[in-house]
């Protein structure tokens, strides 16, 4: 129900957009957001969102990441700018809600010349 798109190929520097749709509108009170994990490292924390528009980063993207929510539609957006190599891996849409966890389908970010 949580359903991830576009991420890709992108230059260090560059910006990418990340969508995550919750298409039953299952989530809508929850928190919902991104984590990510790179081959070898643990899943971090990317950035979350509640129906309320409080948010949470992780330090490693503060300031250059901003996630945002249409509550009308449910989809949380992720917006990815100044983008280093270090930022390459698998980001996963995320729930949490009534204290259960949810993860949608991976989306790979490649950040590379």
């Known amino acids: 129900q949580l359903q991830a798109s576009g991420g890709g190929l992108v230059q260090p520097g560059g910006s990418l957009r990340l969508s995550c749709a919750d298409s039953?509108?299952?989530?809508?009170?929850?928190?919902m957001g991104w984590y990510r994990q790179a081959p070898g490292k643990q899943r971090e924390l990317v950035a979350t969102?509640?129906?309320?528009?409080?948010?949470d980063y992780g330090d490693s993207v503060r300031d250059r990441f901003t996630i945002s929510r249409v509550n009308i539609n449910n989809t949380v957006y992720l917006q990815m700018d100044s983008l280093k190599p270090g930022d390459t891996s698998v980001y996963y849409c995320?729930?949490?809600?009534?204290?259960?966890?949810?993860w949608g389908q991976g989306t790979l970010v490649t950040v590379s010349a």
């Open positions: 995320y729930a949490y809600y009534r204290r259960r966890e949810y």
């Open positions: 039953g509108s299952r989530f809508s009170l929850g928190r």
């Open positions: 969102i509640l129906s309320d528009g409080s948010t």
